[in-house]
Nanobody
Framework: QVHLVESGGGLVQAGGSLRLSCAASGRTFSSYGMGWFHQAPGKEREFVAAIRWTNSNTYYADSVKGRFTISRDDAKTTVYLLMNSLNAEDTAIYYC??????????????????WGQGTQVTVSS
């Protein structure tokens, strides 16, 4: 089992920044594919960003490219999501997820076996 805990959410003005953290514990973390998803009220959970452990490749939703950066600190078993130039459309609950098999198409939520409880991000306009 892998236990994921997100933190760093909050209220920020449009144009501001936040850095989300996802702390992992449990089974070996270093070989997992990690992803961030968000879910706004009344909408489905959507892909935000992902990172591969084997080659450090990163993937982003078109809506966040150039504004968000995903990274990881293997020593601390933590994944980060730096969010810049936030706007009202970024308001959502943000979830961290782990895929123990690091499968292709990391933007698909069904690939992920483990999920955190989520952290709320609210952007005021």
């Amino acid at each position: 089992q892998v236990h994921l805990v997100e933190s760093g959410g909050g209220l920020v003005q449009a144009g501001g920044s936040l850095r989300l953290s996802c702390a992992a514990s449990g089974r070996t973390f270093s070989s997992y594919g990690m992803g961030w998803f968000h879910q706004a009220p009344g909408k489905e959970r959507e892909f935000v960003a992902a990172i591969r452990w084997t080659n450090s490749n990163t993937y982003y939703a078109d809506s966040v490219k150039g504004r968000f950066t995903i990274s990881r600190d293997d020593a601390k078993t933590t994944v980060y999501l730096l969010m810049n130039s936030l706007n009202a459309e970024d308001t959502a609950i943000y979830y961290c997820a782990a895929d123990p098999f690091e499968r292709p198409s990391p933007w698909r939520p069904l690939l992920y076996s483990y999920w955190g409880q989520g952290t709320q991000v609210t952007v005021s306009s």
